[in-house]
């Protein structure tokens, strides 16, 4: 059972340009919202985060926007640029173990 | 400050040989992670640990065994390696006060 559904698969963006990274979930006991960044053959490192008592969290070009009751946040990368192109992971945690239940995951290229 | 390591970072296991992978991390973490990632699926749970002398089941703990013999160290076992392992694993590591995963590099196994 996926309790993380991320999309789009694969999102291709002009330099510049906003690129956006949607996710839904359905364990409603979720309280931390991570995404992840991953670059080819690195491990994931936390981009930004954002906790259900706000509707959205801002780190330079980078913003979460958080929809409690629709279940669903989102990843806004402004200003898109080529060193940017990774692959993001949204997830989603609850409880003191804090173990993450991540989407499927998102290829993003940022073409110069 | 190495952060979390990973050994070793490649291998190639025939079908039915068992293995150990080690994590090491050096943040003082009390709590440990193993996830393996596999093409469209993200990253899944293994294994997880609380503390030393601690584990608990992730998401797909068949196959796996691990230990937590020292907080520093994460250990994850197959005894019996199948071709459905043939995954990349990662190791992730977090404190007590902070909910940030911190990833080691991967370690990229098939089984044959």
């Known amino acids: 059972q996926q309790q993380v559904k991320q999309s789009p698969q694969s999102l291709i963006v002009q330099k510049g340009g906003i690129s956006i990274i949607n996710c839904a979930y359905e364990n409603t006991a979720f309280d931390y919202f991570p995404w992840y960044q991953q670059f080819p053959g690195k491990g994931p490192a936390l981009l930004i985060a954002i906790r259900p008592d706000v509707s959205e969290k801002k780190e330079g070009r980078f913003t979460i926007s958080f929809n409690k009751s629709a279940k669903q946040f989102s990843l806004h990368i402004m200003d898109s640029q080529p060193g940017d192109s990774a692959t993001y992971f949204c997830?989603?945690?609850?409880?003191?173990?804090?173990?993450?239940?991540f989407g499927s995951g998102t290829q993003l290229t940022v073409l110069p | 400050n190495a952060g979390v390591t990973q050994t070793p970072k490649f291998r190639v296991l025939k079908t039915g040989q068992s293995m150990t992978l080690l994590c090491a991390q050096d943040?003082?973490?009390?709590?440990m992670y193993w996830y393996r990632q596999d093409p469209g699926m993200g990253l899944r749970l293994i294994h997880y640990s609380v503390g030393e002398g601690t584990t608990a089941k992730g998401e797909v703990p068949d196959g796996y065994n691990v230990s937590r013999l020292k907080k520093q160290n994460f250990l994850l076992g197959l005894e019996s390696a199948a071709p459905s392992q043939t995954s990349v694993y990662f190791c992730?590591?977090?404190?007590?006060?902070?909910?940030?995963?911190?990833f080691g590099p991967g370690t990229r196994l098939t089984v044959l």
């Open positions: 992730a590591s977090s404190g007590t006060t902070d909910n940030e995963q911190f």
């Open positions: 943040m003082n973490h009390e709590y």
């Open positions: 997830a989603a945690s609850y409880g003191s173990a804090r173990q993450l239940t």
